[in-house]
T-cell receptor, first 115, second 115 residues
């Protein structure tokens, strides 16, 4: 069964600290992996999109890694800010030959940054 | 100011009533999507449309209906047949659907409460 599992479910850290969020998936065949940031009560906003050939991708203080062999990804946030408080969602794209792709969404990690 | 708009932000309805959620985009995107988000779960696809006057069911289409009469607009009707309609509804668009690499852009969402 195609699944995307994220951990932890929630995380509280102090402002200025670093953190790493995890994403494990069992999606096959794999096409690409995306990380989204979703503020409470708002729509998700894309942070990164990575194909199987990309190991690392950065977007400012956000760095995503991908290990397609172990089917794991992580999102590292450096020097956290209060505005980083949000849910972070991992999404894996599956595409069967000759058909449309399908996005498998994780449930997200809720990150709270405390001053 | 380009983007996706959804209205209203909050919607309250009595059980047994149909309700229509609005979604408009001025990004000139071909594909549009409707998702449902429930606490602790990943986004689930309700319907999607790749071109005007054409749309396909997603994973949880029962109790919902859509139309795509204009490229810019993709309204979603939650019918009385939907057993558990209270949720956060998100509309998204992307330049194309068949090219899996394009990211999806989300609207701000509509929170529907049915009592």
């Amino acid at each position: 069964k195609n699944q995307v599992e994220q951990s932890p479910q929630s995380l509280i850290i102090l402002e200025g600290k670093n953190c790493t969020l995890q994403c494990n998936y069992t999606v096959s065949p794999f096409s690409n992996l995306r990380w989204y940031k979703q503020d409470t009560g708002r729509g998700p906003v894309s942070l990164t999109i990575m194909t199987f050939s990309e190991n690392t991708k950065s977007n400012g203080r956000y760095t995503a890694t991908l290990d397609a062999d172990t089917k794991q990804s992580s999102l590292h946030i450096t020097a956290s800010q209060l505005s980083d408080s949000a849910s972070y969602i991992c999404v894996v794209s599956q595409v069967e030959p000759g058909s449309n792709y399908q996005l498998i969404w994780g449930a997200g990690t809720k990150l709270i940054i405390k001053p | 100011d380009g983007g996706i708009t959804q209205s209203p932000k909050y919607l309250f309805r009595k059980e047994g009533q149909n309700v229509t959620l609005s979604c408009e985009q001025n990004l000139n995107h071909d594909a549009m999507y409707w998702y449902r988000q429930d606490p602790g779960q990943g986004l689930r696809l309700i319907y999607y449309s790749q071109i005007v006057n054409d749309f396909q069911k997603g994973d949880i289409a029962e109790g919902y209906s859509v139309s795509r009469e204009k490229k810019e607009s993709f309204p979603l009707t939650v019918t009385s047949a939907q057993k558990n309609p209270t949720a956060f509804y998100l509309c998204a668009s992307s330049p194309k659907d068949r090219d899996f690499f394009y990211e999806q852009y989300f609207g701000p969402g509509t929170r529907l409460t049915v009592t």
